[in-house]
């Protein structure tokens, strides 16, 4: 069952060259974790944001983003706030910013329930006390009296995952959830998010600019590029026969996180601003592959190719050319 579904999702601000987004389609199935993965400023944020009807000020939207069949795209206040306390919560990248530092941990956990669905002072916080023995929180009830300085990174980052599981929803999105954290707790908060959504059935979207860390916990990825979805594959393929170049240069340039280290080659250039717009293929002007006279025309559209879909004017024939180094040795098929 399909929770989340954009259809030719546009986002576009006044005075902008380009689109923020630029007719994203993109699917969440229930029990499935999807990563969306790109360089900063590619629209992942935003694309994330969408899924909770949350639009930059002053912005066009046009096409279709559902949640669990509610299309939030002109909806009223109801229908969003059904969404927002019931099917969808997000977890976001710096826990210290989510919580309010002069509220005790136990009244960020146990508002919601009692002032949205209705719950008693008493049953609010034994359910908060249940949700931080799930995320691994050890003497919870202790917890519930603490404040927002009193605990770690790691610790705030799964008080927040709590609070984002105290209304059961059935889709999680989590923005860039470990990328304050230091590694080894980063390693601890993905196994908690994996735990979770395996057992309750979730449905997942990573927003990352890490494509190996999104490579370790997805089913499958979509890699975005200026507003546009360039590539989408599941996860074993992509890795294995990645066909569109920024794909390959993604993976060419990130270390891996196990087996040797290959030598990196850095994408040249810099990603395309919200002030620049071109006519072609947006990754034309750092694409090695370019063709002067046809990718710089139009823009390309995503097509089917094998298990994956592609928006590359040279797929079929660069076939396989632009496959970054050894990735089959890299990741192992999932």
């Given at each position: 069952?399909?929770?989340?579904?954009?259809?030719?999702?546009?986002?576009?601000?006044?005075?902008?060259?380009?689109?923020?987004?630029?007719?994203?389609?993109?699917?969440?199935?229930?029990?499935?974790?999807?990563?969306?993965?790109?360089?900063?400023?590619?629209?992942?944020?935003?694309?994330?944001?969408?899924?909770?009807?949350?639009?930059?000020?002053?912005?066009?939207?046009?096409?279709?983003?559902?949640?669990?069949?509610?299309?939030?795209?002109?909806?009223?206040?109801?229908?969003?706030?059904?969404?927002?306390?019931?099917?969808?919560?997000?977890?976001?990248?710096?826990?210290?910013?989510a919580i309010n530092p002069v509220r005790r941990v136990g009244d960020f956990?146990?508002?919601?329930?009692?002032?949205?669905?209705?719950?008693?002072?008493?049953?609010?916080?034994?359910?908060?006390?249940?949700?931080?023995?799930?995320?691994?929180?050890?003497?919870?009830?202790?917890?519930?009296?603490?404040?927002?300085?009193?605990?770690?990174?790691?610790?705030?980052?799964?008080?927040?995952?709590?609070?984002?599981?105290?209304?059961?929803?059935?889709?999680?999105?989590?923005?860039?959830?470990t990328t304050a954290l230091d590694v080894s707790t980063q390693a601890e908060?993905?196994?908690?998010?994996?735990?979770?959504?395996?057992?309750?059935?979730?449905?997942?979207?990573?927003?990352?600019?890490?494509?190996?860390?999104?490579?370790?916990?997805?089913?499958?990825?979509?890699?975005?590029?200026?507003?546009?979805?360039?590539?989408?594959?599941?996860?074993?393929?992509?890795?294995?026969?990645?066909?569109?170049?920024?794909?390959?240069?993604?993976?060419?340039?990130?270390?891996?996180?196990?087996?040797?280290?290959?030598?990196?080659?850095?994408?040249?250039?810099?990603?395309?601003?919200?002030?620049?717009?071109?006519?072609?293929?947006?990754?034309?002007?750092?694409?090695r592959f370019a063709e002067p006279g046809r990718c710089d025309q139009a823009?390309?559209?995503?097509?089917?190719?094998?298990?994956?879909?592609?928006?590359?004017?040279?797929?079929?024939?660069?076939?396989?050319?632009?496959?970054?180094?050894?990735?089959?040795?890299?990741?192992?098929?999932?």
């Open positions: 069952m399909t929770l989340l579904a954009y259809d030719a999702l546009s986002v576009t601000l006044p005075a902008m060259a380009r689109p923020i987004l630029d007719g994203i389609d993109l699917r969440v199935r229930a029990g499935e974790v999807v990563a969306l993965v790109g360089e900063s400023g590619s629209g992942k944020s935003v694309t994330a944001r969408a899924a909770l009807g949350l639009f930059p000020d002053g912005a066009e939207v046009g096409g279709r983003v559902r949640v669990d069949g509610t299309d939030l795209v002109g909806a009223d206040a109801a229908s969003l706030r059904e969404v927002r306390t019931a099917k969808a919560a997000m977890i976001y990248q710096d826990p210290r910013a956990l146990t508002e919601p329930l009692r002032l949205v669905h209705g719950w008693s002072k008493a049953r609010a916080a034994a359910r908060a006390v249940d949700l931080l023995g799930a995320v691994g929180l050890p003497d919870p009830a202790r917890h519930m009296n603490q404040y927002p300085h009193e605990l770690s990174g790691g610790m705030l980052q799964r008080v927040v995952i709590a609070a984002a599981l105290t209304a059961e929803p059935r889709l999680l999105l989590c923005d860039e959830p908060i993905l196994a908690i998010l994996g735990r979770l959504q395996r057992e309750r059935g979730l449905g997942l979207l990573l927003i990352t600019h890490d494509i190996e860390l999104a490579a370790a916990v997805s089913d499958r990825i979509y890699v975005m590029y200026a507003g546009r979805i360039v590539e989408t594959a599941p996860v074993g393929e992509l890795f294995a026969s990645p066909r569109h170049p920024y794909t390959a240069g993604l993976l060419g340039s990130s270390p891996p996180l196990d087996g040797p280290l290959d030598r990196l080659v850095p994408i040249p250039g810099a990603p395309m601003g919200l002030l620049e717009s071109a006519p072609g293929c947006s990754f034309a002007p750092r694409c823009p390309p559209v995503l097509r089917r190719h094998g298990p994956a879909e592609v928006a590359c004017h040279r797929t079929a024939e660069l076939a396989g050319a632009s496959a970054a180094p050894s990735p089959a040795s890299r990741q192992e098929d999932r």
